[in-house]
């Protein structure tokens, strides 16, 4: 058949949910995707466990140049939709922690189950497919009846009434990422706000390597804070390419290249319990009950602690500069990061498709009618912890009921 109602460009995450809402309500799809193998980004997802979603869903968790933008999508379909589909397909999950869920077993029961869904509701999937031009009918001025639009990939050309984009962002292009939907968006006309690498590893300038990179391994809970004052409590992992776990995926999404980015490894008023309690203690010895010992040998080989003139001797001996200056320095450690691991090993890509072309409720273009972009190509990222999967399947679920 080549031609159809609906015609969903990207069978990820938002694609496949599109196409089987899409179907589902009697429309006859088509599902695209140049991949061999549909969900791989899934099946790698949650180190493959898939935190399909979150608890604790809420629009505060999601950067979106336009932060109403994503309210309506999370409130029509919500976390607790897509629990129920995972309950109603009878896959086993747990919440790991803050409110993150993961498959008990493998992430390829999410796939398994979201082509289930497409399967019974008739959706047509053709992977491999290699798209080419796309062309509005009818022509490609705004003002033109909507006629639909036509698909050519490598073995055919098809029509549609509609066009949904769902070719997400550039992370990971091992995983068959790649620029296609901005590039789509732009064709028509619509803007495409910059993009870069999100929840992402950060690497280290030159100057601290020597002192960082033997750390490798280290694992602590920190405060990590941003220049704009967001906050994510959670870990801070030590790798011989620079800084990651929780904490730096999270607040990689709020860091802009040349800023410093703050860890509290120790809150204030600790120093000043630890010299009521152990005043004999040398600072050194009781840092190292509060802080893993390697990264305490390695602090006071920073630079910055030797600029204090601070020794190393029993806790009563410090005077109360020293105590405000050695507070100060463990509850506010600055890192300027050299840069992040980029789009090889990001999570996802902020910037996108400017929300401000798309309608909050349905995602179609404003300007072109028919046409819909959903998932990660648009501005919308979440945070770590499922918030991006929810958004997928929200913006997918909005458009299958409108397409
Ligand atoms: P994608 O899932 O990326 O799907 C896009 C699809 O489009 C792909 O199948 C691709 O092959 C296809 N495509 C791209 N270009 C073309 C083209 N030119 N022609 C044809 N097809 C094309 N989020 C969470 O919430 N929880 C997690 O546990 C989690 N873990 C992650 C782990 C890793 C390693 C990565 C990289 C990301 C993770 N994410 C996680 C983020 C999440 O995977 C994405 O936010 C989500 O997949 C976005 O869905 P999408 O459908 O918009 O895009």
Redesign the pocket.
């Known amino acids: 058949m080549k031609s159809w109602d609906v015609i969903v ?8 949910m599109c196409a089987a809402e899409a179907a589902k309500r009697g429309r006859r799809v088509l599902l ?4 061999k193998r ?5 099946l ?4 493959g466990r ?4 979150n608890y604790h869903i809420e629009p505060s968790a999601y950067l979106c140049q336009n932060p109403h933008f994503v309210k309506s999508a999370l409130a029509r379909y919500t976390q607790w939709d897509f629990i129920g589909m995972v309950e109603k397909h009878a896959i086993p999950y747990h919440e790991k922690t803050l409110g993150q869920l ?1 498959c008990d077993e493998s992430a390829q029961d999410i796939i398994d189950m979201l082509l289930e869904e497409c399967k019974d509701a008739g959706v047509t999937i053709s992977s491999r ?3 080419g031009q796309i062309e509005r009918l009818g022509g490609n001025d705004d003002t033109s009846e909507a006629e639909g639009f036509s698909v050519a990939t490598a073995s055919d050309t098809y029509t549609c009434q509609s066009l949904v984009v ?4 550039l ?2 292009p091992k ?4 620029p ?2 901005y590039q789509l968006a732009e064709q028509f006309g619509l803007k495409v706000l910059p993009t870069r690498a999100g ?1 992402v590893p950060f690497t280290l300038q030159p100057v601290d390597k020597a002192t960082l990179e033997p750390l490798a391994g280290v694992s602590l809970p920190v405060v990590a804070t941003s220049e704009d004052g967001t906050r994510f409590s959670e870990n801070l992992l030590f790798t011989h390419r620079g800084l990651s776990g929780p904490a730096v995926l999270q607040i990689s999404s709020y860091w802009q290249a040349g800023e410093q980015v703050l860890f509290e490894l120790l809150p204030v008023g600790k120093l000043a319990q630890g010299i009521k309690d152990h005043p004999n203690q040398e600072l050194k010895t009781w840092l190292g009950h509060q802080l893993p010992k390697r990264l305490v040998e390695a602090l006071f080989l920073r630079e910055e602690w030797a600029s204090t003139h601070i020794t190393n001797k029993p806790l009563k001996q410090y005077v109360p500069k020293e105590i405000a200056a050695i507070e100060q320095l463990l509850s506010a450690w600055a890192i300027k990061p050299g840069g992040s691991e980029g789009y090889r090993t ?3 890509t902020l910037g996108g498709v400017d929300t401000n072309e798309l309608s909050s409720k349905t995602m179609m273009a404003k300007k072109v009618p028919n046409l819909y972009f ?4 648009v501005d919308v990222t ?1 945070w ?9 399947w929200s913006a ?1 679920w909005c458009a299958g009921q409108a397409v």
């Open positions: 460009l990207g069978a990820g995450a938002a694609g496949l695209l995707d140049h991949a549909i969900g791989g980004k899934i790698m997802s949650g180190g898939c935190n399909f979603t993961f497919a290699q798209i769902a070719t997400g962002g992370s990971m995983l068959g990422a790649t296609f939907g929840l990001a999570e996802v959903i998932g990660e190509v979440g770590l912890g499922g918030y991006n999967f929810q958004w997928a997918g």
